[in-house]
């Protein structure tokens, strides 16, 4: 070795060896293990779903019922109900109990009696004076007697309100208020109604019609009648209301007697 190749041996540049980074090796992957003659996991899931999909055999569902089926009872415990709520209750039935006694008792009553509604009619009237002083507006004086029967056998009826109109063609010409009164079973009693009619409007058709009645000796009239009437049975009362109509056919003034009629009596 001659002396140069000696001094660049032992030079700085060589005075230090070098370092080279290392290559981490590979981490092995480990091998799946098996067991020799075992069903694979994948070959596992496919034979779960075939047998989900398989119908049961006569044997399996007897293995699956023979089988006993455990039931847990879990016991509750009891709890108090509140004396006030018993209190309620009991009340509540007793009432319920006398309303049902109450409406039967009221049914057989009722079917017993077989109340039926008084009667509103008319036995004669009279028309004493009727004229117009203008086309527009009448005068007139008209009487009847109203006939009230209670056809009940056990009940007494009394009217508590009594109000009667007297229309010609739908037009109202009078109203009268008659006093009220009881009536006992089986009994009629009859009023004298009297109506005066003074510088009523009439409508032109209205007034027409009548001037052509009088000239014709026929007058037609309507009377209503609306009538509160109140049923007594024992301790028990009820009210109700009650329509009568009539149509009155008369001659004319002064005679002004009556010719026919026709009245009806509804709730």
Not at 114 to 138: G, H
């Amino acid at each position: 070795m001659t002396s140069s190749e000696s001094l660049s041996f032992f030079s700085p540049e060589y005075s230090t060896p070098r370092m080279f980074p290392l290559t981490p090796s590979p981490t092995p992957i480990p091998a799946p293990t098996h067991k020799r003659g075992g069903p694979s996991p994948m070959s596992q899931i496919i034979m779960a779903k075939q047998a989900l999909n398989q119908p049961l055999t006569p044997e399996m569902s007897h293995e699956i019922k023979s089988k006993p089926i455990v039931q847990y009872v879990v016991p509750r415990q009891r709890r108090r109900t509140n004396p006030a709520v018993w209190c309620a209750a009991i009340l509540c039935m007793m009432f319920c109990l006398l309303l049902i006694l109450f409406g039967i008792g009221t049914l057989v009553i009722f079917l017993s009696i077989k109340p039926r509604n008084p009667v509103f009619d008319t036995s004669n009237a009279s028309l004493s004076v009727i004229y117009l002083d203008s086309p527009k507006y009448m005068n007139g004086d008209f009487t009847f007697i109203a006939n009230f029967t209670n056809p009940n056998k056990k009940l007494d009826v009394r009217f508590e309100h009594l109000v009667i109109e007297l229309f010609f063609s739908d037009s109202l010409i009078a109203t009268q208020v008659v006093q009220p009164f009881s009536q006992r079973q089986r009994e009629t009693r009859l009023v004298q109604v009297h109506m005066i009619s003074s510088l009523v409007y009439l409508p032109p058709i209205s007034a027409f019609k009548l001037q052509k009645q009088v000239l014709s000796n026929r007058v037609v009239y309507n009377i209503r009648g609306t009538f509160k009437v109140r049923v007594n049975i024992g301790l028990i009362h009820y009210s109700y209301w009650l329509h009568g109509r009539c149509q009155l056919e008369m001659t004319s003034p002064p005679i002004g007697a009556l010719i026919t009629h026709s009245c009806r009596t509804k709730r």
